[in-house]
């Protein structure tokens, strides 16, 4: 495989999970997207905001490329390099949308957010050199190789977080916008399934009580 393929391979990986995690606020109210559904106060948009940051964050400062917007819940160069220091409030800003900043605003930097990452990534070859500095001396040295399977981890794993979020608020699941990857069945079938699997779990539970 050569060194193009691969980072084409990655990139396609990436944008597929950025799109994925902005489609799953697709249909909803500005409370819906913003609701709390677990108790460390996971929400859909705060999981974009989140990721924009993190996306900003490894293919911008780890390379030297200046964004060129200020981001008001943005860690500076010094509190970087003390992040175990931070209080949670500061650690969570990037976790949820105030009342103030529209669904608009926050896609709409992500989507600029990529954009900036993506001119990083066609510019620079996968062995090209970063430092992360909030990451611990003696691994901080990284490649841009590893620095997108790092991105496409994460934003992921969020997609995933989202996916049980957008569950939770209206029942709607599924994969990506180009396909679902789900069985065909209707919600009798659902909530059929659904009630065949507490049985077992309660079954499973008093077996080995």
Not at 53 to 72: C, H, I, M, Q, W
Not at 117 to 143: C, M
Request: hydrophobic share 40%.
């Amino acid at each position: 495989m050569t060194a193009a393929k691969e980072k084409a391979d990655l990139k396609r990986y990436l944008q597929k999970a950025r799109a994925t995690l902005l489609w799953k606020l697709e249909g909803l109210s500005e409370y819906e997207v913003r609701r709390p559904l677990t108790p460390t106060g996971t929400n859909l948009l705060g999981l974009v905001k989140h990721v924009a940051s993190v996306d900003l964050s490894y293919f911008g400062a780890t390379f030297g490329r200046p964004f060129g917007e200020k981001l008001a819940w943005e860690i500076s160069d010094d509190d970087a390099e003390r992040i175990g220091e931070l209080g949670p409030d500061v650690l969570s800003a990037d976790m949820w949308a105030t009342a103030e900043e529209s669904r608009e605003e926050i896609t709409g930097l992500y989507r600029r957010v990529w954009a900036h990452s993506d001119e990083t990534i066609d510019s620079l070859p996968l062995d090209a050199v970063g430092h992360v500095k909030w990451w611990p001396a003696g691994r901080n040295e990284v490649t841009l190789h590893q620095i997108m399977v790092h991105v496409i981890a994460e934003t992921q794993r969020h997609a995933g977080h989202a996916d049980i979020v957008r569950e939770l608020i209206d029942g709607s699941a599924g994969l990506s916008q180009d396909g679902d990857n789900m069985p065909a069945a209707d919600g009798a079938w659902w909530e059929s399934h659904r009630a065949k699997l507490e049985r077992v779990a309660r079954q499973a539970g008093e077996a080995r009580a």
